[in-house]
């Protein structure tokens, strides 16, 4: 029987047939299980359907997509790589390489090794007067903004590019330099989630409006700096809020929204000084991220930035962006997210968790009077570091899937190092044992296929303290066991094998055990828990432990029985 493949159709399935299948799918597992929390306390659903999206949003959906498509400010986004140098000379090189390789917005922090001498700033009055740029100065009196009063008088009303500082930086004369920055950035780096960077904006936003009598005065020297993580949705969803966010803030101050310049910069809060590399992929989703949500201008940081540049890696992050912008196609599509139900429904989070926020610190003075700041990142960051210790979230490379033979490098690129990064309890785990220099193994015991999987567990998990733990042979009897424990001169040992069998092992192990090895067994064991401790066990390695809180521990146990 022949079938007319244009004739067939798919029956649309309800959301509540969906639900239905999927509570058979969970075998008796609760429907909300399904529901999970983001750490902006913005619960993510299992699906997202256009009737339950019109349902929670209503007219507003509509609204919120045209605000967001009418608030784009440009319909692409600038490249905008910072230059480095150690040398006045090597820093204009550099600066000219960007430029013919694609570089549009130069990015200059001006913490550099040379002296911003009156020669080196003169050559760079040139270039700002021919190409738009973002300066990263520290306070007004930074030299780097001499290169200002290098430029001649009538050249000044067409220069163009940002300024951002700790305090406003006032320049008379240059109309079209932007110097009211929202920058999120550091709070970014203290470890802010999404709502909290969206309503800092506003409230920094806020405080420049109030400073000048028009606000079309305001606007048009002000910008806002975001930090985009590897979140990937979530990073989208927060430039989309903002730009709801700038609609309605407009409309409070009375006037019409306009678009302004959206800057953005890919985080390092999540990069790793282990396994380098790994840090270009994080750079590439997070500038992915970036271009979709519709950032303006855009900087890559180089994947070995936290240590010391180098002319390939600076190249490479240039690319991403170059790659991003010419190859991907993304940037032919206006908000390219847009209708997407899971991204519309999580930007209307956002627009309303962010404005709640920014309400209750203008009401308590602003946000130089809003005390209560610094208590909730830190609260924010304490979760995200929680979560990297006990692998809910994942570091490739340093949390895990580690290379225990992976170098710690000394260098530190002052820049970055105010960042709380969540790799550095990793990081400082590696040196801490590479000072304590212990002897650590893994003792197997039963048929492979039994143990296999505990000992790559408790393999792996060293390696996130870069330590390669040697590996016992496979003993079959206890005796043999309890002979190797107790010739061997290791300082610490785990116990990998089955449940059943470290049930029985343990207890002999413990019995006439020297007391200069350091016990752990391998599982979860509750119910053996007090005795085997009180005997002289160490302690337990297993899935969901938090791997910092246990490894210290371990180094610390080693150091009391070698008193």
Request: no cysteine.
């Amino acid at each position: 029987m022949s079938t007319n493949m244009k004739e067939i159709e798919f029956q649309a399935a309800s959301y509540e047939q969906w639900q239905e299948q999927a509570v058979k799918a969970l075998k008796g597992k609760p429907f909300e299980s399904l529901f999970t929390k983001t750490i902006e306390n913005v619960t993510l659903e299992p699906l997202y359907t256009q009737a339950t999206l019109v349902e929670k949003l209503g007219k507003e959906l509509e609204k919120q997509v045209s605000t967001i498509r009418t608030l784009a400010k440009v319909s692409d986004f600038e490249v905008a790589q910072q230059i480095i140098g150690e040398t006045a000379d090597a820093f204009i090189a550099n600066l000219e390489e960007s430029l013919a390789r694609g570089n549009e917005v130069l990015t200059i922090d001006s913490r550099v090794p040379f002296a911003w001498d009156g020669e080196i700033v003169g050559k760079l009055a040139d270039y700002l007067t021919e190409y738009s740029f973002k300066l990263i100065v520290q306070n007004a009196n930074d030299p780097v903004l001499a290169v200002f009063n290098q430029i001649e008088a009538a050249k000044r009303s067409a220069v163009e590019g940002f300024i951002l500082a700790p305090e406003t930086i006032v320049l008379t004369d240059y109309p079209n330099v932007r110097t009211y920055a929202a920058n999120t950035v550091p709070y970014h780096n203290k470890g802010a989630n999404a709502v909290q960077e969206l309503a800092i904006a506003l409230a920094e936003a806020s405080k420049f409006a109030n400073e000048e009598e028009r606000f079309e005065a305001f606007t048009s020297k002000f910008f806002v700096n975001f930090a985009i993580d590897t979140q990937f949705f979530t990073e989208i969803a927060k430039i989309r809020a903002f730009k709801v966010l700038w609609k309605a803030f407009a409309s409070a101050f009375g006037n019409e929204a306009s678009a302004v310049p959206v800057v953005a910069e890919t985080s390092v809060r999540s990069f790793s000084k282990l396994d380098v590399y790994v840090n270009l992929l994080r750079a590439g989703n997070e500038a992915f991220a970036a271009a979709i949500g519709g950032a303006d201008v855009l900087t890559v940081h180089p994947h070995d930035v936290l240590t010391k540049s180098t002319e390939q890696s600076v190249r490479i992050a240039r690319n991403v962006l170059l790659v991003t912008k010419e190859e991907s196609q993304v940037l032919n599509v206006l908000d390219p997210s847009g209708g997407s139900y899971f991204i519309e429904s999580l930007t209307a989070d956002f627009v309303k968790e962010a404005w709640a926020l920014f309400l209750e610190i203008e009401q308590a003075g602003g946000i130089d009077a809003y005390t209560a700041l610094d208590t909730q990142i830190a609260e924010v960051y304490a979760t995200r570091i929680k979560a990297v210790e006990t692998r809910k979230h994942s570091l490739i490379g340093t949390n895990i899937y580690a290379n225990s033979m992976d170098e710690l490098p000394a260098e530190e690129n002052a820049q970055f190092a105010d960042v709380q990064r969540l790799a550095i309890p990793f990081e400082n785990l590696r040196r801490n044992f590479a000072q304590a220099n212990a002897k650590i193994a893994i003792l197997t015991y039963g048929e492979l296929k039994n143990f296999k999987p505990r000992a790559d567990f408790v393999a792996g998990f060293f390696a996130t303290a870069g330590v390669v733990a040697d590996q016992s042979e496979a003993f079959k009897s206890i005796a043999e066991a309890k002979a190797w424990l107790n010739s061997s001169n290791y300082d610490y040992v785990v116990v990998a094998a089955t449940d059943d069998d470290t049930k029985a092992l343990i207890p002999a192990l413990l019995d006439g055990k020297r007391t200069s090895v350091v016990l752990d067994a391998a599982g979860k064991y509750k119910e053996e828990h007090v005795e085997w401790t009180e005997n002289g066990l160490n302690g337990f390695i297993f899935a969901g432990q938090n791997i910092i809180e246990k490894l210290n521990s371990v180094t610390a146990s080693m150091k009391e029985v070698q008193r």
